[in-house]
């Protein structure tokens, strides 16, 4: 499970009903909730943040915890 996925988990979230609300594919919000190879796009993140009626800096913060610069 990825992040996004597990963030929807805890917020028992409906994925059916975020993507009606959405636009995007069932298939898509199963590859993004899945599939740690499956790329997040920034309207993506915003679109589902928007369904799910969280801020999209939290839904970010959330699903981009552990991500740092490399050091030099």
């Not at 599939?35 to 796009?41: D, G, I, M, N, P």
């Not at 009626?53 to 991500?67: A, I, T, Y």
């Amino acid at each position: 499970m990825t992040r996004l996925g597990e963030y929807l988990a805890r917020k028992s979230t409906n994925k059916a009903e975020v993507a009606r609300k959405t636009g995007l594919h069932k298939t898509r919000i199963n590859e993004l909730t899945n599939l740690e190879r499956a790329r997040l796009s920034a309207e993506e993140l915003y679109l589902i943040s928007l369904a799910i009626d969280v801020n999209p800096c939290e839904l970010l913060s959330f699903v981009c915890e552990g991500v740092a610069l490399k050091n030099e």
